[in-house]
């Protein structure tokens, strides 16, 4: 794919959404990082019925702590995984408190150090709480990456890499939103929605359905 292709496409994807974001409920950086640690394996949506109630007794990472393992796991354990990510998310947040002055850090390093946290995760807390141009690949955007052609990679690193290549610069900070939202709700993983696809004519996909 060419660079004017993509181009085209995320103009489209701006015109059509300028502002995307997260459907992680969420009102500060600590709640978006605990919201992300449960995503994994599981719904939105799933998530933020979980965490409405959650963050009314405990917002921060301290609150968090006092609540306890236990305590947390209540609140949590209609999410799938949820024993390994309650421990994870008391151990974060025991860290947030003793290394960081209770406050998610900006820093790459610093957030792939905490339990529960990986590249991918940085990646949204990076992009979402902070503005910074990063691109978090998931399912979604790994599918939409190689079917479309915009980004094709076997791995998930090959894919990000090759999106912070060739997004053109004024997309990078929204494109991780775009291409999610575009996944899950018109390039879906079995019956991609093609015919309804605001960019199908640029889409290198071979076997596009009718419907």
Not at 50 to 75: C, H, I, N, S, W
Not at 125 to 143: C, K, M, Q, S, Y
Request: net charge positive; aromatic share 6%; proline share 6%.
């Amino acid at each position: 794919m060419n660079q004017h292709t993509r181009q085209e496409i995320f103009a489209r994807f701006q015109a059509a959404n300028p502002q995307p974001t997260t459907e992680l409920s969420h009102a500060t950086p600590f709640e978006l990082l605990i919201a992300v640690i449960l995503s994994a394996q599981a719904t939105d949506k799933s998530v933020n019925q979980a965490t409405a109630k959650l963050f009314a007794v405990a917002d921060t990472p301290q609150a968090m702590l006092e609540l306890g393992e236990q305590g947390l796991r209540e609140y949590i354990k209609t999410i799938g995984l949820y024993n390994s990510k309650a421990a994870n998310i008391i151990k974060t947040c025991a860290l947030l408190v003793e290394r960081h002055h209770g406050q998610v850090p900006r820093d790459r390093e610093a957030l792939e150090a905490l339990p529960g946290v990986g590249r991918k995760t940085a990646n949204v807390i990076l992009n979402t709480a902070f503005g910074e141009p990063t691109i978090a690949v998931d399912t979604h955007i790994f599918r939409v990456a190689n079917r479309t052609g915009l980004a094709p990679g076997k791995t998930v690193l090959a894919v990000e890499r090759k999106l912070l290549e060739g997004v053109p610069e004024p997309y990078r900070h929204h494109a991780h939103h775009w291409l999610v939202l575009h996944g899950r709700y018109v390039c879906t993983a079995r019956k991609p929605r093609c015919a309804g696809c605001l960019i199908r004519d640029l889409c290198e996909f071979p076997d596009k359905s009718e419907s």
